[in-house]
């Protein structure tokens, strides 16, 4: 079984090859969704779009979701309101942490920038404690920023 360092930049590649066809968001954000859980057998790997004050859920795969989160609320609200990648190791540990799901451990947000504003945030839960590091945040980064073009 390969590492996620190995892992990485063959997803990132096949994501690329996703996004050079497609020039809708919420398109590419669905097919980056699936490719991402399926390939790396995350618990939950999903989109929450800005809108307004809150996050909106989009494109996802997993168990049902929060629909709307408030600006700086939760991890994802963190990421969009400090416009920083979140990696948290212990989600009981995150002071703000909303639980949608109790058998989320670790939890790694990734916000999409376009033109200095967050417009999106890429979600990723683990059943696991100490699921990420800055291997993922790393190339999650990368994954995200192909979203970060498009309307």
């Given at each position: 079984m390969a590492t996620k360092a190995e892992?990485?930049?063959?997803l990132y590649q096949q994501a690329c090859a996703l996004a050079e066809k497609e020039d809708d968001a919420i398109a590419l954000m669905?097919?980056?969704?699936?490719?991402?859980?399926?390939s790396m057998h995350f618990l939950w790997t999903g989109w929450y779009r800005v809108r307004g004050y809150e996050l909106v859920l989009g494109?996802?795969?997993?168990?049902?979701?929060?629909?709307?989160?408030?600006?700086?609320?939760?991890?994802?609200?963190?990421?969009?309101?400090?416009?920083?990648?979140?990696v948290v190791p212990d989600v009981e540990?995150?002071?703000?942490?909303?639980a949608c799901?109790?058998?989320?451990?670790s939890e790694i947000v990734v916000p999409v920038m376009r033109g200095g504003e967050v417009t999106a945030v890429l979600d990723i839960d683990s059943e696991r404690p100490g699921t990420f590091d800055d291997v993922d945040r790393e190339w999650l980064e990368r994954i995200a920023s192909l979203v970060g073009g498009l309307s």
């Open positions: 892992s990485y930049p063959v669905a097919n980056l969704a699936a490719l991402l859980h399926e494109p996802f795969q997993g168990q049902l979701a929060c629909t709307r989160i408030p600006f700086g609320k939760g991890v994802c609200g963190t990421a969009w309101k400090e416009q920083a990648t979140q540990l995150f002071p703000r942490h909303i799901s109790s058998e989320s451990k």
